[in-house]
């Protein structure tokens, strides 16, 4: 199985709302990567977990609060959004512990609007 | 500090013609450098990377890429476009030890013509 997978596909929420995005894979991998990606534009790293502990927060506002449940599990708990939060949230996952950099596999992403 | 430059925002090519995307990167150390593709409303898959060895990487679907130390650069190509290959392509570095933090360019919009 070399799937990363995502849900929702698609989130409409208001800026009072709280919601979750989830991101899962069984390919063993111990890194997972949160992404924000804007139309048109490259994505952005928010977060990385490695063996489910926070390694990297790029400066992320604290509306959004990244969880690693287990090795298999990635959430990103959403709060308090504005609407230039609206992008597409990408999950991806890696192999760690490795000498040198493995590719990242991508999910399909959630398509986040916030109104 | 590394950085990734993708030349055209917008290549057009024929269907059947060369594909020609350019990247350039600038790395104070060895870069690890990757190709991937985006297609509509879908994440991103890799096409090829290069590590350490040899420096003409062979990825899927027909592409490849050629690492350049001199030029810093890592262009990608295919012989011959395929209708199918219509998508976004990043360019993307990192680097030993701090390989998780992977910086992407700002991405080449690929369109083929019938």
């Known amino acids: 199985d070399t799937e990363v997978t995502q849900t929702p596909k698609h989130l409409v929420m208001g800026m009072t709302n709280k919601k979750s995005l989830k991101c899962e894979q069984h390919?063993?991998?111990?890194?997972m990567y949160w992404y924000k990606q804007k139309a048109k534009k490259p994505p952005e790293l928010m977060f990385v977990?490695?063996?489910?502990?926070?390694?990297i927060n790029e400066s992320v506002p604290s509306r959004f609060s990244p969880e690693c449940p287990n090795s298999s599990l990635l959430n990103l708990h959403l709060h308090a959004l504005q609407p230039e939060d609206s992008a597409l949230y990408l999950c991806?996952?890696?192999?760690?512990?490795?000498?040198?950099?493995?590719?990242?596999?991508f999910g399909p992403g959630t398509r986040l609007t916030v109104l | 500090a590394q950085s990734v430059t993708q030349l055209g925002s917008h290549v057009s090519v024929s269907e059947g013609a060369l594909v020609l995307l350019r990247c350039n990167y600038s790395?104070?150390?060895?870069?690890?450098l990757f190709w991937y593709v985006q297609y509509p409303n879908q994440g991103l898959q890799l096409l090829l990377k290069?590590?350490?060895?040899?420096?003409l990487v062979k990825g899927i679907n027909g592409f490849e890429a050629e690492f350049k130390k001199s030029e810093t650069s890592f262009h990608l190509t295919k012989p011959s476009a395929h209708m199918s290959d219509a998508a976004e392509y990043f360019c993307?570095?990192?680097?030993?030890?701090?390989?998780?933090?992977?910086?992407f360019g700002t991405g080449t919009k690929l369109q083929v013509i019938p």
């Open positions: 390919m063993g991998h111990r890194a």
């Open positions: 991806a996952s890696s192999q760690e512990g490795l000498a040198a950099p493995n590719e990242q596999f």
């Open positions: 977990y490695s063996y489910e502990k926070l390694s």
């Open positions: 790395s104070s150390v060895p870069p690890y």
């Open positions: 290069y590590t350490t060895g040899a420096t």
């Open positions: 993307a570095v990192t680097y030993s030890g701090g390989y998780q933090k992977v910086t």
